[in-house]
Structure formats: C-alpha cells, structure tokens
Nanobody, 122 residues
Framework: VQLQASGGGLAQAGDSLRLSCTAS????????MGWFRQAPGREREFVAG????????YYDDSVSGRFTISRDNAKNTLYLQMNSLNREDTAVYYC????????????????WGQGTLVTVSS
C-alpha cells in the first residue's frame, strides 16, 4: 500500500484545512487508519484514528472537538478535517494504515504516508 497525503499548507489561527490521504496498490477498506503529526523538535504523535467501518473514531485530547477523521473506502481515501486551527497544530502530518488498531495507535502501522506540512500563523 502506498499512501499519499495532501492538503497541507499555510493557515491562520482559526482557519480550517482538510487533509486527504489517498491509497494505491491495495484497497484500504480492511485497514485501521490514522493521522499523526510531528512538530519541529518533537516526536511523532497520534492525532486521530478510525476503524475500517468508520463506526469508531479516536482523537487525541488536543484535537478532540476540532478535528474530524473520516474515510471513503470506495475512493480509497482518508480525510482529516481540521477546524479552529491554532499555532500548536503546526506540524508535518502523516497518514498511516495498519491491520491492527493497537499497532496504528502505537505509531507502529504497517504503512506510512509521506508527510504534508501544516503551518498555522497567529
């Protein structure tokens, strides 16, 4: 599975952005999917996750209520809607896919996408 993230860019505090992660090579419909981010000088951290049926979602406390993860298995695409952005959201965002949610949540997925940079200015 190859994962291609897109949608990053420059935003102002309070703005919204939507990230996309398109998979190729294999359908992602059976995979748990997640978004991670890595700010300069910090470790990669979990942001949000979703199971294969979209029936369960998980969020880090820092983004809960502002970010929404979703997926369209027919389009082999994962999304992250980011609202009310603030400077602390500045990071490179990575999508990930894995057969086991525990591995995805622990930043040990089967597949990583390349990152997309989100920069939020005040």
């Amino acid at each position: 599975v190859q994962l291609q993230a897109s949608g990053g860019g420059l935003a102002q505090a309070g703005d919204s952005l939507r990230l996309s992660c398109t998979a190729s090579g294999r359908t992602i419909s059976s995979y748990y999917m997640g978004w991670f981010r890595q700010a300069p000088g910090r470790e990669r951290e979990f942001v949000a996750g979703i199971n294969w049926a979209s029936s369960t979602t998980y969020y880090d406390d820092s983004v809960s209520g502002r970010f929404t993860i979703s997926r369209d298995n027919a389009k082999n695409t994962l999304y992250l809607q980011m609202n009310s952005l603030n400077r602390e959201d500045t990071a490179v965002y990575y999508c990930a896919a894995g057969a086991a949610y525990s591995a995805v949540a622990a930043a040990r997925p089967d597949y990583w996408g390349q990152g997309t940079l989100v920069t939020v200015s005040s």
